[in-house]
T-cell receptor, first 114, second 116 residues
Framework: EDKVVQSPLSLVVHEGDTVTLNCSYE??????LLWYKQEKKAPTFLFML????IEKKSGRLSSILDKKELFSILNITATQTGDSAIYLC??????????????FGGGTRVLVKP | EPEVTQTPSHQVTQMGQEVILRCVPI?????FYWYRQILGQKVEFLVS????????KSEIFDDQFSVERPDGSNFTLKIRSTKLEDSAMYFC??????????????FGPGTRLTVT
């Protein structure tokens, strides 16, 4: 059974701090690793990672994948209160014949205090 | 920016009733998905749909569930006889079509289903 585990479960930081979120996975037929931000309802897409060691950046957010050790990290620098959310990690798996389902981790709840 | 839309945003139904949740995927996407999230739990995959047929389904997606693309824009999830444990947020998602390439899945705002 495919498994995605995120840590920590939650953290509280102050504006300006840097946070590092962890995601480990055990997936058959791994295709890619995705990060989403969930504020109130729908998960909104942040990054998709397919290759090891290549950092993806978007503003203050960055992410990297290690396919040998089967984990990914998401970094948020200079945090702002608007970064408060649940951050979800998901693995995409499947063969060409399959539907490419996402298996989600339990999420990390980040609270940024002013 | 194109987005996935879902209706209704909240549905309350009695146990044993049939419900249909509706989704309009992003217009040039050809892969569609349903996920659910029970309150306080992980987002769980239900089913994926491509070329008018189910590509993959989870153990949750039993005979009580069905999906349909009744026209060129809508994608529906039907639960035939709802149970209390079907209460959850149901998310529709869509992605571009090529199965041998990686495309991100975009999620709709969800339908909160409450079964009483």
């Amino acid at each position: 059974e495919d498994k995605v585990v995120q840590s920590p479960l939650s953290l509280v930081v102050h504006e300006g701090d840097t946070v590092t979120l962890n995601c480990s996975y055990e997936v058959t037929n791994f295709r890619s690793l995705l990060w989403y931000k969930q504020e109130k309802k729908a998960p909104t897409f942040l990054f998709m990672l397919t290759s090891s060691g290549i950092e993806k950046k978007s503003g203050r957010l960055s992410s990297i994948l290690d396919k040998k050790e089967l984990f990914s990290i998401l970094n948020i620098t200079a945090t702002q209160t608007g970064d408060s959310a649940i951050y979800l990690c998901a693995s995409r798996a499947g063969s060409k014949a399959a539907g490419n389902k996402l298996t989600f981790g339990g999420g990390t709840r980040v609270l940024v205090k002013p | 920016e194109p987005e996935v839309t879902q209706t209704p945003s909240h549905q309350v139904t009695q146990m044993g009733q049939e419900v249909i949740l509706r989704c309009v995927p992003i217009s040039n996407h050809l892969y569609f998905y349903w996920y659910r999230q029970i309150l306080g739990q992980k987002v769980e995959f239900l089913v994926s749909f491509y070329n008018n047929e189910i590509s993959e389904k989870s153990e949750i997606f039993d005979d009580q569930f069905s999906v349909e693309r009744p026209d060129g824009s809508n994608f529906t999830l039907k639960i035939r006889s709802t149970k209390l444990e079907d209460s959850a947020m149901y998310f529709c998602a869509s992605s571009e079509s090529l199965r041998d390439r990686n495309y991100e899945q975009y999620f709709g705002p969800g339908t909160r289903l409450t079964v009483t």
